[in-house]
């Protein structure tokens, strides 16, 4: 009794407390936790918010700040590939490139099938080397003489199992 004792507080003492407070070590031992400040505007593809608080590229190098001076001109002296530029320096993705599916649902089916899979081996083990062979009682032969050995008994005679049996002529009414 003691030793069980000793050993369910060991497993609390030991597993559990690393388990719980794992997060607070991290943050203890001079890593950093990375904590977003909601606050401040944020960049964000998403459909149903096109236009973001802020651009994509906050630091412009020297070409970007030239192209964003040529920008404040007329748009007609600017080439495709320029306002291109221009629209990827506000913007990460397209509306087409945002809406494009992701490949995850691949990564989640397979992940489904393997658990699947690995059920049924589980089963398959289980029923070829755990479970024996199926009872006596489960045979055919065994209900047929239980079933007639409850109707000698005459069991449930009013609404139940005996009162679909006809006594006289032997059989199923």
């Given amino acids: ?7 369910v507080r ?4 030991g597993f559990w407390r690393r388990l719980s407070t794992s997060s607070g070590i991290w943050a203890a031992h001079t890593h950093d936790v990375d904590v ?5 505007p944020q960049y ?3 459909l149903d918010t096109p236009l973001p608080d802020v651009p ?3 630091n412009l190098s020297a070409e970007q700040k030239k192209l964003k001076e040529k920008e404040k001109g007329p748009w007609t002296q600017l080439s495709k590939e320029e306002k291109l530029a221009i629209y990827r320096l506000t913007h990460e993705l397209s509306f087409p490139e945002m809406r494009k599916g992701s490949k995850e649902w691949m990564t989640v ?9 690995f059920t049924g081996l589980l089963v398959w083990w289980q029923r070829v080397f755990v479970y024996g062979d199926v009872p006596h009682t489960l045979s055919q032969e065994w ?6 050995r409850m109707l000698d008994m005459k069991v449930n005679p009013i609404t139940g199992f005996a009162h679909k049996w006809d006594y006289e002529k032997k059989q199923w009414k």
Avoid: H, P, W, Y
């Avoid at 009794?1 to 050993?7: I, Y």
């Avoid at 089916?109 to 899979?117: E, K, P, Q, Y």
């Avoid at 209900?143 to 007639?148: F, G, N």
């Fill in 1 to 7: 009794m003691l030793s069980s004792r000793a050993l």
């Fill in 10 to 13: 060991g497993l609390q003492s």
């Fill in 36 to 40: 977003t400040d909601c606050s401040v």
């Fill in 44 to 46: 964000n593809n998403r």
């Fill in 56 to 58: 994509f590229v906050r």
């Fill in 109 to 117: 089916l397979a992940g489904v099938f393997f658990f699947l899979g």
């Fill in 143 to 148: 209900i047929e003489k239980q079933t007639q």
